[in-house]
């Protein structure tokens, strides 16, 4: 029999809650974590020896398509060896899997890249969670790259070509279109604005024009031509949208510090890009006067070599549309919350060398300003409201709103289940009574 120790804080469910891994006979019962109030359990079963690694492990980091299954390996077992032990015990085959660690937030993480490496070296632990992941891990110091197109965006209204006017001018703008769920503009750049290319194995000594150079040999290529890695630009992928903006063609994919599991996002271009480290790239889009709602976007280089200020973007943005400062309003959007937040015009009445005093970073709280943000822009000319907001907006909140709900019920039904265990069968340990502290202090005259 094996003794398995039930994690405190699930003592009050059933025995099929979360329990700590299997315990050695040899431990002692500090070594074995054991508290006051710890639910102990007898499995069936040899219990691991004092030399052996009782893991979790799954195929995948869905927990809904592959449940975690158990594994009692020796500490000196290799990766390889482990892995195929696990393959063994899960039904697959084939050379073409390798094992991740778990990240924080329950996904593969960091590759166990040293197959000849034993277990105890790389400090894999007892209760250690491993991921069989597929696909043959790269060769030492090269780097197995995701690669994205990132689809244009064609923006149409009510589903039509239209002529509309901006500050007086004709402009020809294409329908706006919504992602499959109905929710989301390819303005916002959530996922379906991504179309997955294939997967690239290329030293991480190579510069970041290599990778491009080979990206335009990859299928599912944007319909434009590509003549040059100059004419495209590159994003590491973050939450389904593109993240930080990698700039310079001439520097090492290494020198990025990219990490085991980045995925790169392309971007083709009408012309060539070459952003300086000062340039601040932005997606700007005009209000529609009476309606909630948006222009497509269009790319702002902003130079922010002098200063970041909200009076100095107001200025750039003001000069791109070519409208009057103090007719401008602007604001930052912030897609995972669905919210706009204004960028304060109260720079306007102060004097320049109060402002160049008060005036702090954009790139700084609570704007954190970075490549790739949505920037709003009101006309004040033709609309004068301060509202920000989209109908998308209000929809996604809802949805929001509603998602957390459903939630928050299925957590109170799963505790309804839940058998009651007494007190005295739990052994809780109760707080003493809190008493009044009394403190004397001396006279000193």
């Known amino acids: 029999m094996s003794l398995f120790n039930h994690h405190s804080e699930a003592a009050a469910s059933d025995v099929l809650g979360f329990v700590l891994p299997e315990v050695p006979e040899d431990y002692t019962v500090r070594e074995a974590e054991l508290k006051m109030g710890s639910l102990l359990g007898l499995c069936h079963g040899k219990a691991p020896a004092s030399t052996q690694l009782f893991l979790y492990f799954m195929v995948g980091s869905d927990q809904n398509a592959s449940p975690e299954m158990e ?32 990240d924080w937030c329950y996904e593969a993480g960091e590759a166990l890249s040293q197959e000849n490496a034993t277990l105890k070296e790389l400090n894999v632990c007892r209760g250690d969670t491993l991921v069989i992941t597929e696909g043959k891990l790269p060769a030492k110091g090269f780097l197995k790259i995701p690669v994205w197109w990132l689809k244009p965006s064609s923006h149409k209204k009510h589903g039509e070509n239209a002529q509309d006017q901006v500050n007086g001018m004709t402009c020809k703008m294409d329908a706006l279109q919504v992602s499959p769920a109905g929710d989301a503009p ?4 959530t996922d379906t604005d991504l179309c997955y ?23 599912c290529c944007p319909e434009q031509i590509v003549p040059l890695p100059s004419f495209l630009r590159a994003w590491t992928v973050d939450s389904k949208r593109p993240g930080k903006l990698l700039r310079n063609n001439k520097q090492r994919l290494n020198d990025y510090k990219l990490g085991a599991r980045v995925e790169i996002c392309l971007e083709a271009l009408q012309k060539e890009e070459h952003l300086g480290p000062q340039e601040l790239l932005l997606r700007v889009q ?38 009057p400062v103090d007719k401008t309003e602007i604001a930052k959007y912030f897609p995972e919350r669905l919210e706009w937040l204004p960028i304060s015009s109260w720079t306007q009445q102060m004097s320049k060398r109060k402002r160049k005093k008060k005036q702090e970073s954009l790139q700084s709280a609570p704007y954190h300003l970075k490549d790739g943000d949505i920037i709003g ?43 009651v265990f007494s007190e005295e069968k739990l052994n809780i340990k109760h707080r ?11 006279v000193f005259r």
């Open 186 to 189: 390819e303005y916002l750049h």
């Open 377 to 419: 822009v009101k006309n004040l000319l033709l609309d004068d409201t301060k509202d920000f907001s989209t109908v998308r907006d209000d929809v996604g909140k809802e949805k929001q709103r509603q998602l957390a709900l459903g939630k928050k019920k299925s957590r109170q039904a799963e505790r309804l289940q839940e058998p």
């Open 432 to 442: 003493k009574p809190e008493v009044a502290l009394s403190i004397n202090v001396g």
């Open 71 to 102: 594994i009692v390996v020796e500490e000196t077992a290799s990766v390889k060896e482990c892995l195929n032990l696990m393959l063994e015990k899960s039904g697959l085959s084939g050379d073409n899997w390798h094992l991740r660690r778990i």
């Open 197 to 219: 290319a294939g997967s690239l194995e290329i030293a991480g000594e190579a510069s970041l024009e290599d990778l491009k150079m080979q990206a335009m040999t990859l299928p």
């Open 286 to 323: 005009m209000g529609i006067p009476g309606e909630r709602d948006y222009y497509g976007s269009t790319d702002l280089v902003w130079d922010i070599s002098k200063e970041c200020t909200t009076w100095a973007l107001r200025q750039r943005v003001a000069s791109h549309y070519g409208l």
